[in-house]
Every structure is written in C-alpha cells, then in structure tokens.
C-alpha cells in the first residue's frame, strides 16, 4: 500500500457498519483532502459525543442529562409507553408525530443465536416503572422479524402479571408499497390483521 | 432531536462523499456504541493521516516520504509514465500487476463547469519530468468521461512538442460485463477500437 496511514484510517471506516472496503478508501482520502481544521472538529465532536451522550436513567433514551428531553417533558400521556428495540426507532417514530406517549428502549432484542437473552436487555426497569407508575398500555414496537416477534411474544407474556393493557403496532403492506413485491410473511401478516371498512 | 452531540456528529458524517442523512445518523449512533478507547483510536488515527502523509515531490502520489515508493523504486521502467486524476486510480492500476512505469497525478481533471482549469492540475511538473528525463512513452489513463477526454486531449496536444509517444489506455466493454447493457458511448468506443484477430 502507498501509505500505511491512508490504510489504518481505511480500516477503521470499514469497521463502521455498512462501509464497505472501497468506500472506506474513498472516505480515508476524502479525510486527507480536507482542512486541518475540520478535521480536529470532526474528531472533537466524534470524541464529545462519547464524553456527553448517555442514557436516560428512565427509558434508556439516549440524553445529555440524567433524564432525557421526553421522560422530562410532562405534557406527554404518562399512562402509556411504547417499548422500542433502539434509540433510532425513538427518533423515527417521534418523526411521525402520531405518538404522545412515553418511551422505553430495550437496547436490542431476544436473539439466542446471537446469545443475546431477556436478561441482557433493558427490561427489569420497564417491570419496575409499569410496577411504580399509572400505565395503562404498553405498545410494544418492535421490529417484525423472528426475533423481534420473539421478544415481544416474552414481554407480552410477563406482563401479563401486572394491569396494563399490551399491544403491539400492526404490521402489513407499507403505505405506498406493493403487495405484488411484498414478501410472504407480511402478506400474511396483511391478511390476518384485515380490519372492517 | 434528542441529543445535540450525536446531531453534530450525524452532521459531519453526513458530509463525507457516499453518506446520507439516515447512514450518517446510524455512523453516529455506531460510534456511541463503540468503546471508549476505539473511539479514541479512530481519531487519532485520523489526524496521522493529516500528519503523515504527503504529496511525493516528483509524481504528486501520495506518500510518508518526501518521494514515494513508486518514483523511488529502482526497478521499474523509468520510460514511461502514467497519467491519472487520482490517488486510487494509482492503487486500482497497481492492483492490476499489469503496469510496471511510473506514474503522475493531476489531482483531478479539466472541468469548466466545476471551474477546474488546466493550471489548477499537476501538469506543470509533469513536463518538467518528461523535459528533465529520459521519457520514451506518456500513457494517459484518465476516466473515460467527458471532462477525462477533456483533459486527455489537451495533455496529448501539449505534449505534441515534446518527443515523447502518447498513448491513452482502451475503453470498451468491460471483462465481464454485458454489451446488453452497456451504454451508447461505451459500445461505439468498443466497436471504433476493434482490433484483428
């Protein structure tokens, strides 16, 4: 290789998920084109957000402070929280604007092949608030997949115990999708979850 | 959003070339989720770049020395260089084996529209070397676009004065690929550059 720099910084941007071998290259030139400045900017924000960025001590949001910005904000619904695998869908679901309630994220979900069990996930403390709080529903929000059915097959089993109300958000065709390309498992899924006109 | 840092941060990653706004917010999120000390490491590693490495004196590839390894290797063929518009095209050509003659990189080709002229670009040095050298043959590799055979031709027309051959590599169908699929210019290039059997 020309310059064993250029290699190392390639490596590590193919570290990065979804960065392929020839990206990595095109992004470690692309960061010996630019200013000396931005780059120290870019690795001071890069560094400062390990320093700054923590968990919400209530939902496992992610926040600058001891709790974040919607377990603070009390004109949100108390009585309901929505439990997502990942801060991402926090974001993208805020996005939509359809929902007012609370958050908890689980930080990932039940994957035995991954070994990752219920007990590695954020779950006691979702039991502890249901326990200490006045929710009355828990959406569960996770990803349609095998393990994310699983997870929310777990959930909705031990919280069965306590007085809440569980369900979980529809899944089918997307809005704008194709049944024609849709695969069978959300057919299905369509299918099963039909509701009357 | 629910954290400035990881805004900022989204932000820069959203800056680098190949990098949307939704990659970059997972990048960002991705480095949140790294040790400490990688994150540390990735950073440092990124401004040794900026440290480090160096345009070679003589050919403009880049380099940790004042010369690179290429322009100092005694071996091969100091009759003939290669011109290309970048650093990479210097790596993918090397991959190959196939080339065993110097090179010499423009940093980039004539585009008027991007306001690139002949002057901004490395030519200077590279008609001081074939002046200064024993150059037998200048093999001109520039991408085959429209601002690549730009630049090819006005390096061929400057270097008409000076007694050197110059040669441009093939375009065509690529090794592999489908003439079903190609496009117009690539099929005329392919058929106007048949050779006998």
């Known amino acids: 290789m020309l310059s064993k720099s250029i290699e190392k910084l390639a490596n590590e941007f193919n570290k990065l998920p979804g960065i392929g071998k020839k990206s990595a290259l095109r992004l470690a030139f692309h960061i010996l084109e630019m200013d000396n400045e931005d780059v120290i900017k870019f690795t001071k924000i890069m560094l400062d957000v390990k320093e700054n960025v923590k968990r919400c001590s209530i939902c496992g949001n992610i926040s600058e402070e001891e709790n974040c910005v919607i377990c ?22 805020e996005k939509s604007g359809m929902y007012k309630g609370h958050y908890h994220v689980l930080h990932g979900k039940i994957s035995p092949l991954n070994g990752v069990e219920a007990s590695d996930l954020n779950i006691d403390s979702l039991i502890e608030r249901i326990n200490k709080s006045n929710i009355k529903e828990v959406i569960l929000a996770l990803n349609p997949d095998l393990e994310g059915e699983m997870t929310s097959l777990y959930l909705s089993k031990i919280l069965k115990e306590n007085d809440v109300q569980v369900t979980k958000i529809a899944s089918g065709i997307p809005m704008g999708g194709n049944i024609e390309y849709a695969d069978m498992a959300t057919i299905i899924s369509a299918i099963e979850n039909r509701k009357k006109f």
Chains 1, 2 share one sequence.
């Open 72 to 93: 603070e904000n009390e004109e949100r619904d108390n009585e309901t929280i929505c439990v997502v695998e990942d801060v991402r869908d926090v974001i993208a679901m």
